[in-house]
């Protein structure tokens, strides 16, 4: 039995180059690194002091003649993942990779009714004796899915998780809709724009400083599309690509005189991630 079923309890990395990818979200995010390698499979666990946070493999050959390219992806904890899957495939999703014993589980790859792709695990192997706080450092803070039709998608995963709608922000368009589950609101979801290719899950990861987890990004070799923009619980957010093209944010405090020194936050929606476009969560103008 999972300990808490419909929480996010994993996120892993699938790229082309792990080395590289190894170097950049250390130096990055600041985690280290342990070998958790099988005789079947290479796989490196992210830690944030001293704990897994994260894992690390190849994008698997069979993945990328498919046309996967790298991805961050979640694996949320359910108690039975053949009852899960086969739950999916009858409310419309897909199922990638069927229920399959592995290094972290039993697991199986999906896809929700409008493509975004994710994951479900059972008897997740490497869980810390107590869960990770939303806003411990290195660890994903936030959950966000840029769906089709946000409303169509919340219902399949409340009908497949049992999340919650918790309060709604209102942007100048649509809605952004904040989930709940296990009592504990999570993450978002709002109504992609048609000019953004699929839908898809976005992970935030929690820094200290967002200024400067934003220059190592960029000092990696990384992107920073977007940010930082300030959120309504005060937050600091920026949204990024990784060198081998996968997307990830990060959030985070900002100093004074980095408010200060920079005129651009603004009330409204972020737009734009040079050809990857993106609402987001509703950004706000600080306070004096």
């Not at 014993?101 to 792709?117: E, F, H, K, L």
Request: aromatic share 12%.
């Amino acid at each position: 039995m999972v300990r808490r079923p419909g929480l996010f309890a994993w996120y892993e990395l699938m790229t082309t180059d792990v080395a590289a990818a190894r170097a950049f979200y250390a130096g990055v995010v600041g985690w280290g690194a342990k070998d958790a390698s099988t005789s079947d499979l290479v796989y490196t666990l992210f830690t944030a002091g001293n704990v897994p946070a994260s894992g690390l493999m190849e994008l698997p050959e069979e993945a990328r003649r498919m046309g996967a390219t790298p991805r961050w992806m979640g694996y949320v904890g359910v108690d039975d993942v053949d009852v899960a899957s086969d739950r999916i495939k009858c409310a419309g999703g897909a199922v990638y990779v069927p229920p399959t014993d592995s290094n972290i589980g039993r697991i199986s790859v999906v896809a929700d009714p409008q493509t975004a792709t994710f994951a479900l695990v059972q008897g997740f192997e490497f869980a810390p004796p107590q869960p990770a706080e939303l806003d411990a450092p290195g660890r994903v803070g936030w959950h966000e899915l840029l769906a089709a039709d946000w409303t169509k998608a919340f219902a399949f995963y409340a009908g497949l998780f049992g999340w919650q709608k918790a309060e709604a922000e209102s942007g100048p368009v649509d809605a952004y809709q904040l989930f709940s589950a296990a009592g504990k609101t999570i993450g978002g979801m709002f109504t992609k724009r048609p000019v953004e290719p699929i839908p898809y899950w976005l992970y935030y990861f929690n820094v200290d400083d967002i200024d400067a987890a934003a220059e190592r990004v960029k000092r990696g070799g990384g992107q920073v599309f977007e940010g930082p923009f300030v959120v309504p619980e005060g937050s600091w957010i920026a949204r990024c690509v990784d060198p081998q093209g996968a997307i990830f944010a990060l959030q985070g405090k900002r100093s004074r005189d980095a408010i200060a020194k920079d005129p651009a936050s603004e009330v409204g929606w972020s737009t734009e991630w040079s050809g990857i476009s993106s609402r987001g969560r509703l950004t706000t103008k600080p306070k004096g």
